[in-house]
């Protein structure tokens, strides 16, 4: 029989084990609009669903704080809709919508700012600044102005009507500077019918930009895809515990594509 210490040794390693081998699923902050391409006969007011969860694995949901900043880049013009954010609960945590007026002909960029996310399995903060483009009536201009958030992905491709299988390349920024061979995280949202992981490789795929900051990817699956480019803060927080802690920002986009399959043959 094994003695207490024995016990107690291989308990310990058993968890550092296990602490090791799990794995650490990414963060993505959702901001996911009623339709990415709006034609005279939809209307003008698009919804706008806004959680913070892990997309591939479809949850479980994080609780959010209320953002810092809410609104829409149109024309040049950008008008803040924070007050417009209505709270609401995903799965008994916080969560957002929106109800916004499409204001003129052209793209639509909604942005984000969200309140600092603490993960004490990863003992940093998180602050993921996310866009999404929204199309009016065709006219097609504006899908690739900046915000200038902190960090950014500026879309050298646009951003809407695209076919599975399409690739999506951009540039990240940071304070409106490329950054060389930076990270970005990218995961599908996996809602509906939902798509089987073989493994945790597969939940969250990852590429790294060039020395000039650009980076692409090709989406295999009709769906929304979110692309996270993730940098160091250059300053830490205070975490709930009290500590300083380190300080991960994103530059989140996201992008629709259609499956060829089952779009209706043109007349």
């Known amino acids: 029989m094994r003695s207490l210490r024995q016990l107690t040794l291989s308990i310990a390693m058993t ?51 209320p953002p810092k900043q809410f609104g829409v880049l149109a024309g040049g013009e950008r008008v803040e809709l924070l007050d417009q954010l209505q709270e609401k609960s995903v799965d008994g945590k916080t969560a957002y919508s929106c109800s916004a007026k499409l204001r003129r002909p052209g793209d639509h960029v909604f942005y984000l700012e969200p309140a600092p996310y603490w993960e004490p399995g990863e003992k940093k903060m998180i602050v993921h600044y996310t866009k999404v483009v929204v199309d009016f009536l065709g006219a097609e201009t504006g899908w690739d102005s900046l915000v200038g958030l902190p960090v950014e992905i500026e879309p050298l491709v646009r951003p809407y009507g695209l076919w599975a299988g399409n690739t999506f390349r951009g540039i990240v920024r940071r304070d409106g500077k490329p950054v060389p061979f930076a990270t970005i995280e990218v995961e599908y949202l996996n809602a509906g019918e939902t798509v089987a992981i073989p493994n945790h490789a597969f939940a969250t795929q990852t590429v790294k930009a060039d020395a000039q900051g650009v980076f692409s990817y090709s989406m295999p699956r009709a769906g929304w895809w979110g692309f996270a480019a993730l940098v160091d803060g250059d300053q830490p927080m205070t975490a709930p515990t009290g500590q300083q802690v380190d300080v991960e920002l994103g530059g989140l986009i996201w992008v629709k594509t259609v499956d060829m399959r089952d779009s209706p043959a043109g007349d």
């Not at 339709?35 to 609780?63: A, C, K, W, Y």
Request: avoid cysteine; aromatic fraction near 10%.
């Open 15 to 65: 968890a550092t084990l296990a602490a090791f081998a799990a794995p650490a699923w990414a963060h993505f902050q959702v901001v996911i609009p009623s339709r990415d391409v709006f034609s005279p006969e939809d209307g003008r007011t698009v919804e706008l669903q806004i959680l913070f969860t892990h997309p591939m694995e479809n949850g479980p949901v994080m609780e959010m704080g």
